[in-house]
């Protein structure tokens, strides 16, 4: 592989890079809305879209994530050999990788595939555990070490975690697990995040990868791993360094609505988290943006469908300008229109697909950079 790597310095970039499609399925809320279950579920498991960044979960024994029923985007993996093919959610805000297993007995494994380590010539077991904490509930399970493929690449020894227990949200969801794709030092129990592994055993030949997720219809996303594909983005490329090497941290300058900033003023700290469904940010300053575009209740509810009376939105990052417009930041549920800027988080504001959706997001572990386009 590292003699491909070699190859690609000879002939178009486009050719080296690696893509794996991502599926827009259908969301936790979308299935539970249509099964009229979804107030009930709303009121048992509140939406803490923070819970992943919070402090107190920092600790090598935990990975903290949390339950957000409006991530749709997944993409297929496989584990062992012969392999065995899960739908995971790439997310940039953690950094495991872990997957359903034939040990779980928790309902949420019921409905989703599931690993099974006797079925693989190359798993290796291992004595340690892996808790990953939600904003409520948990994951349970064990490492083990196997060989990955993703959009090709095929990842020897990687470890992951074979779930024993679920939360029971997680029944829901529409993929099987997670593949994080932050950095090392936020990893649980020390595992080398998979992207890791690809860099060192020279898999890839750019330590950059990119995701596009397509602002309209099902299809079209997709994750480029290796590089840059320009068919997917307008006009240039803004380089942003990152202020901390753990998520995909930067620094922002402020949030405006038409010239006055309303919130961030005089700067704060950002993610880029492909992992979070919404933009969130903290109370005070989401409740200034989602009062001036009509939000009546705490369920994110915009008074009125006519986006047309709306204004734009805009983030300004290392002194560049990143607009949403109406059509960006409100969806059209069955129950009407809401807003895609929600409270939470501690202290940071995460960028989730809100932004990822209309801005081509590139992640340079060599240069430690994230780069911003126009989407295509």
Known sequence: MKWAVVLCALVALSECLHKIPLIKGKSARQALEEKGLWEEYRKRHPYNPGAKFNPDFAT???????????????????????????????DTGSSNLWVPSVYCNSEACTNHNTFNPSQSSTYQSTSQTLTIQYGTGSMTGILGYDTVTVAGISVSNQIFGLSETEASFQYY?????????????????????????????????????????????????????GGIDQSYYTGQITWIPLSSETYWQITMDQISINGQAVACAGGCQAIVDSGTSQLVGPS?????????????????????????????????????????????????????????????????????????????????????????????
């Open 60 to 90: 090598v024994a935990n990975e903290p994530m949390t339950n957000d029923a409006d991530l749709s985007y997944y993409g297929v993996i496989s584990i062992g050999t012969p392999p065995q093919s899960f739908n995971v959610l790439f």
């Open 173 to 225: 969801m529409p993929f099987d697990g997670i593949l994080g794709l932050a950095f090392p030092s936020i990893a649980a129990s020390g595992a080398t995040p998979v992207f890791d592994n690809m860099m060192s055993q020279g898999l890839v030949s750019q330590d950059v990868f990119s995701i596009y997720l397509s602002p309209n219809g099902e299809t079209g996303s997709v994750l480029t791993l």
């Open 284 to 376: 005070g300053g989401i409740s200034n943006i989602n009062a001036y575009i009509g939000v009546r209740n705490s369920s994110q509810d915009v008074s009125s469908c006519n986006i047309g009376n709306l204004p734009d939105v805009t983030f300004t990052l290392n002194g560049y300008d990143f607009t949403l417009t109406p059509s960006a930041y409100v969806s059209q549920t069955s129950n009407g229109c809401q807003s895609g800027f929600a409270s939470g988080g501690f202290g940071q504001w995460i960028l989730g697909d809100v932004f990822i959706r209309q801005y081509y997001a590139i992640f340079d572990r060599g240069n430690n950079m994230v780069g911003l386009a126009q989407a295509a």
